[in-house]
């Protein structure tokens, strides 16, 4: 998977707890991206990252943050969970040629 | 928006035979991506055609960009049984807003 791991890979949780998934790399790649993944939907983009501390909003950021204070992680938190955001979540990495490499994705169900 | 649409949504074919997947899109693109899914695992980036090609080939695979109708397919041959997996498009902005949006897939299953 590119030298791309997200962690952890599968998580349960209660409504209202915060979560925290990381995603972290070994490529030195510029970019990075979250997308959560539903039935029906496809894959939709949470958040992303042009640089260290350097993020922007996507198709579906409300109610979730993310932070990145080193070039290799990158992570997104749900302040307080809820049940709409059971998904399985990707983290992607790109050069900005816009090819994207994927990690192997996190399973989040939350109760 | 300029959200990929992938048509169909699932598809069945003998091993052997080929298999296309097409894509349709709303705005003026910089490039258009294909990705493959296994069951359970991220996506994999098979090719980019850019704006101003019509036709790319990588191994068994072939994609063609029409932009004046603004779709493109996907084509596959001679599959095979590793071939089942899902089949995203995935599309560039011209304006290169840093993003690219997926379209929601064509399921693909490779019967034996």
């Known amino acids: 998977d590119a030298g791309i791991t997200q962690s952890p890979r599968h998580k349960v949780t209660e409504t209202g707890t915060p979560v925290t998934l990381r995603c972290h790399q070994t490529?030195?790649?510029?970019?990075m991206y979250w997308y959560r993944q539903d039935p029906g939907h496809g894959l939709r983009l949470i958040h992303y990252s042009y640089g260290v501390k350097d993020t922007d909003k996507g198709e579906v950021s409300d109610g979730y943050s993310v932070s990145r204070s080193k070039t290799e992680d990158f992570l997104l938190t749900l302040e307080s969970a809820t049940s709409s955001q059971t998904s399985v979540y990707f983290c992607a990495i790109s050069t900005g040629e816009d090819t994207q490499y994927f990690g192997p994705g996190t399973r989040l169900t939350v109760l | 928006s300029q959200q990929g649409e992938e048509d169909p949504q699932a598809l069945s074919i003998q091993e052997g035979e080929n298999a296309t997947m097409n894509c349709s899109y709303k705005t003026s693109i910089n490039n258009l991506q294909w990705y493959r899914q296994n069951s359970g695992r991220g996506l994999v980036h098979l090719i980019l055609?850019?704006?101003?090609?019509r036709e790319k080939h990588s191994g068994r695979l072939r994609v063609t960009l029409d932009t004046s109708k603004k779709s493109s397919s996907l084509l596959i041959t001679a599959s095979r049984a590793a071939d089942t997996a899902s089949y995203f498009c995935?599309?560039?902005?011209?304006?290169?807003?840093?993003?690219?949006?997926f379209g929601k897939g064509t399921r693909l299953h490779i019967l034996p």
């Open positions: 055609i850019r704006s101003n090609e």
């Open positions: 995935a599309t560039v902005a011209m304006n290169r807003d840093d993003k690219i949006i």
């Open positions: 490529e030195n790649h510029r970019y």
